[in-house]
């Protein structure tokens, strides 16, 4: 369908200015509340090696349904039933997700494979058929080819045993992450540069900051029902609920000083590509530290010993945060973010250090130096956020 001028009546009105995050929106995003609860325990009940690459995987595809339903919205009018309806397929595909994701390397897989491929061949097949005619129209046919190859894959490796499951499915994600860096290029249909993907910056940074908080609140969550849930509440209990809010309120802290509607990184490069960088990548990464952070969180209350499992997610959860800090930086300012790379130094050092020495370091001395490392973070981007060359 189009107006008179040609352009379809499924797209935001041109002229609009800033799109605020419509209600439609909010109500999705809240199914990733139990999304990031999914993960969260998922790693928890397999925390070895072969389960943090597996938890890895699976939220690199529930964290891409996201992201590929964030960019949509980035376009529809959110007024359009048509827009409402795909809305709550995508919802219902990625409910289905989260409740398979526990035992998607089991009995869960084919109920995983086959929701992730209702929303991402569905998504695209609806903004191709309905934007002919638009620019969008011919970028959605080829992000089509690419889902549709993931979904595939996706769904065969739902067939297969574990091991080969996670090797297929991680072909899958990376077909699908990948797209955007080769401008979803597809032999004899072309490809589709950055500058075709007009792009609302503030509606993109307010989904991201609201997603960003979800992971945080699902933090607060996991702590106060694990508190609940414990023999008795003692000092030490009280004492890491504190400090894991602390941790937790320096984190908000830290993100809103540098990616938060007021600062120079915000303000900064409003390029696709860029924007590509800022939110999918950037945010993927510090929404999986902020997950990693809880999960830390969890196991200082519930086996306060100096494990390996202890020690890499304490320390973890704070680096993938800094990660997605330094790419965010990089995306919008161009910012050196000496800060973050010294900070991130400190946290390897006193993980090689509690892997090295185990229970002779005690656990909560690690919690304590994450939790410096963060605030020190916070205070530090907050005093440098208004600076126009800040590099923290």
């Given at each position: 369908m189009t107006t008179q001028e040609g352009r379809p009546q499924l797209l935001r009105p041109e002229g609009a200015g800033h799109a605020t995050v419509a209600p439609i929106e909010l109500f999705f995003d809240l199914v990733y509340v139990f999304a990031i609860v999914q993960v969260s325990h998922t790693l928890l009940a397999h925390l070895t090696a072969l389960g943090a690459l597996e938890t890895a995987l699976l939220f690199a595809a529930v964290w891409w349904v996201w992201n590929y339903t964030t960019w949509a919205m980035n376009y529809l009018d959110p007024r359009r039933s048509a827009v409402r309806i795909l809305n709550a397929v995508l919802m219902l595909a990625a409910f289905g997700m989260a409740l398979a994701l526990p035992s998607a390397f089991g009995g869960g897989g084919l109920v995983f494979a086959g929701c992730y491929a209702v929303a991402q061949v569905g998504r695209p097949a609806f903004m191709w058929i309905t934007l002919r005619g638009h620019v969008l129209s011919r970028n959605y046919r080829n992000l089509l080819v690419y889902s549709a190859i993931a979904s595939a894959l996706f769904l065969a490796g739902a067939f297969l045993p574990a091991g080969a499951r996670l090797v297929v499915w991680a072909v899958a994600v990376a077909i699908d992450i990948l797209g955007p860096r080769v401008e979803f290029r597809v032999p004899g249909l072309g490809s589709t540069p950055m500058d075709t993907w007009p792009a609302d910056a503030e509606h993109l940074a307010e989904r991201s900051r609201l997603v960003f908080i979800i992971a945080l609140g699902e933090s607060i969550l996991i702590m106060g029902l694990t508190i609940t849930e414990l023999p008795s509440i003692d000092a030490y209990a009280v004492l890491i609920a504190v400090l894991g809010f602390v941790g937790l309120f320096g984190l908000w802290w830290s993100y809103f000083a540098l990616a938060g509607d007021d600062t120079t990184a915000s303000h900064g490069d409003r390029s696709t590509a860029a924007l590509r960088g800022a939110f999918p990548y950037a945010h993927g990464l510090m929404v999986a530290g902020a997950i990693l952070f809880a999960v830390s969180i969890e196991l200082h209350l519930t086996h306060p010993e100096t494990e390996p499992g202890l020690v890499l997610t304490s320390i973890g959860g704070p680096l993938l945060y800094l990660a997605g800090n330094v790419l965010f930086l990089r995306s919008r300012s161009g910012a050196v973010a000496r800060a973050r790379y010294l900070a991130a130094g400190v946290l390897v050092l006193v993980g090689v250090l509690g892997l090295l020495v185990g229970h002779a370091l005690p656990?909560?001395?690690?919690?304590?130096?994450?939790?410096?490392?963060?605030?020190?973070?916070?205070?530090?981007?907050?005093?440098?956020?208004s600076s126009p060359s800040t590099s923290a």
């Amino acid at each position: 369908m189009t107006t008179q001028e040609g352009r379809p009546q499924l797209l935001r009105p041109e002229g609009a200015g800033h799109a605020t995050v419509a209600p439609i929106e909010l109500f999705f995003d809240l199914v990733y509340v139990f999304a990031i609860v999914q993960v969260s325990h998922t790693l928890l009940a397999h925390l070895t090696a072969l389960g943090a690459l597996e938890t890895a995987l699976l939220f690199a595809a529930v964290w891409w349904v996201w992201n590929y339903t964030t960019w949509a919205m980035n376009y529809l009018d959110p007024r359009r039933s048509a827009v409402r309806i795909l809305n709550a397929v995508l919802m219902l595909a990625a409910f289905g997700m989260a409740l398979a994701l526990p035992s998607a390397f089991g009995g869960g897989g084919l109920v995983f494979a086959g929701c992730y491929a209702v929303a991402q061949v569905g998504r695209p097949a609806f903004m191709w058929i309905t934007l002919r005619g638009h620019v969008l129209s011919r970028n959605y046919r080829n992000l089509l080819v690419y889902s549709a190859i993931a979904s595939a894959l996706f769904l065969a490796g739902a067939f297969l045993p574990a091991g080969a499951r996670l090797v297929v499915w991680a072909v899958a994600v990376a077909i699908d992450i990948l797209g955007p860096r080769v401008e979803f290029r597809v032999p004899g249909l072309g490809s589709t540069p950055m500058d075709t993907w007009p792009a609302d910056a503030e509606h993109l940074a307010e989904r991201s900051r609201l997603v960003f908080i979800i992971a945080l609140g699902e933090s607060i969550l996991i702590m106060g029902l694990t508190i609940t849930e414990l023999p008795s509440i003692d000092a030490y209990a009280v004492l890491i609920a504190v400090l894991g809010f602390v941790g937790l309120f320096g984190l908000w802290w830290s993100y809103f000083a540098l990616a938060g509607d007021d600062t120079t990184a915000s303000h900064g490069d409003r390029s696709t590509a860029a924007l590509r960088g800022a939110f999918p990548y950037a945010h993927g990464l510090m929404v999986a530290g902020a997950i990693l952070f809880a999960v830390s969180i969890e196991l200082h209350l519930t086996h306060p010993e100096t494990e390996p499992g202890l020690v890499l997610t304490s320390i973890g959860g704070p680096l993938l945060y800094l990660a997605g800090n330094v790419l965010f930086l990089r995306s919008r300012s161009g910012a050196v973010a000496r800060a973050r790379y010294l900070a991130a130094g400190v946290l390897v050092l006193v993980g090689v250090l509690g892997l090295l020495v185990g229970h002779a370091l005690p656990a909560l001395v690690i919690g304590l130096v994450v939790l410096g490392v963060v605030l020190a973070l916070a205070a530090v981007t907050e005093l440098s956020s208004s600076s126009p060359s800040t590099s923290a």
